[in-house]
């Protein structure tokens, strides 16, 4: 069974920066995606980054391209999400996903039911 580990949420003040990571048990990761969203108390689930693990295509949300970056280590099915120039706006539960399976041509990275496997996930609290 597949699980998703998430680890590296906190509280910082703005400015600051965190590191969270995603890793991932199980079989054949290799042609799956795994990103990672985000839901604030009384808001959608929102999307932050995904990453296509066959060919490390990235997608972005317009809110934090320029500050955070996602990366991945192969060797053990990790993705890490670097964020820097944190704001208060940032706040929030961040979830890690992964598709299901390998990704399909109907895989759309910022849509949350394009993944079917999801972390508990880690809280980031951004105070000003």
């Known amino acids: 069974q597949v699980q998703l580990k998430e680890a590296g949420g906190g509280l910082v003040q703005a400015g600051d920066s965190l590191r969270l990571s995603c890793a991932a048990s199980?079989?054949?990761?290799?042609?799956?995606?795994m990103g990672w969203f985000r839901q604030a108390p009384e808001k959608e689930r929102e999307f932050v980054a995904a990453?296509?693990?066959?060919?490390?295509?990235?997608d972005y949300s317009d809110s934090v391209k320029g500050r955070f970056i996602l990366s991945r280590d192969n060797a053990d099915n990790t993705v890490y999400l670097q964020m820097d120039g944190l704001k208060p706006e940032d706040t929030a539960t961040y979830y890690c996903?992964?598709?299901?399976?390998?990704?399909?041509?109907?895989?759309?990275?910022?849509?949350?039911?394009?993944?079917?496997?999801w972390g508990q996930g880690t809280q980031v609290t951004v105070s000003s």
């Open positions: 996903a992964a598709t299901s399976g390998a990704v399909t041509w109907y895989y759309r990275p910022k849509s949350p039911s394009s993944y079917g496997i």
């Open positions: 199980g079989r054949s990761f290799s042609r799956r995606a």
């Open positions: 990453m296509k693990l066959s060919d490390g295509t990235i």
